[in-house]
């Protein structure tokens, strides 16, 4: 944003229109030029910048929406998940932008900003604890998800016959046969 802006009482040349500036309140002052209050306007949509915030490229005047939003804004970091310009703190993680909020588990909705997270196989987003609830295999003999122990990040589990199963349940079934 351009901080070089006033509004006072001016006399001489308005910079867009070549016509005489004079009086209060008529005129403004921006980037080391006189304008006419009702010049100084936004190249896209010729909104009225007096006194509101503005940004220049190349020579060219835009208002903030239109500087943001119009692909004016030199390198906008667009959130891959709500698809909505990020203006603040970009999160960058497996590679791609989002809003800080936006980023959270497909589950709780908690953030998961600064937080160990899991992807599934069609990219979603899932916190620790999540992620092996609803992705965690099934017991083949108690028919309950396979889940890491308290305090522990892995899960053990038997595999035989293509069947999954806890250690215990697996040690009770091969007891029962």
Excluded: W
Aim: aromatic share 10%; charged share 15%; net charge negative.
């Amino acid at each position: 944003m351009d901080p070089s802006y006033s509004d006072s009482v001016y006399f001489g040349t308005c910079t867009r229109c070549s016509q005489a500036v004079y009086g209060a309140g008529r005129a403004c002052q921006a980037m080391g030029h006189l304008f006419h209050s009702a010049c100084f306007t936004c190249s896209v949509c010729s909104k009225t910048l007096s006194g509101k915030p503005f940004y220049t490229v190349s020579g060219l005047i835009y208002c903030e929406d239109d500087f943001l939003f119009s692909g004016v804004h030199p390198s906008p970091e667009v959130c891959n998940s709500c698809g909505f310009l990020i203006t603040d703190v970009v999160l960058q993680a497996r590679g791609k932008p989002y809003h800080p909020s936006c980023f959270c588990c497909v589950v709780c909705r908690q953030s998961l900003e600064g937080q160990p997270f899991a992807v599934d196989a069609h990219c979603r987003v899932y916190c620790v604890s999540d992620y092996h609830r609803v992705q965690a295999p099934r017991c083949d003999a108690c028919r309950l998800p396979i889940l890491p122990t308290e305090g522990s990040t892995e899960s053990i589990r038997v595999t035989s016959c293509n069947r999954n199963f806890h250690v215990d349940c697996y040690t009770a079934d091969v007891n029962l046969i």
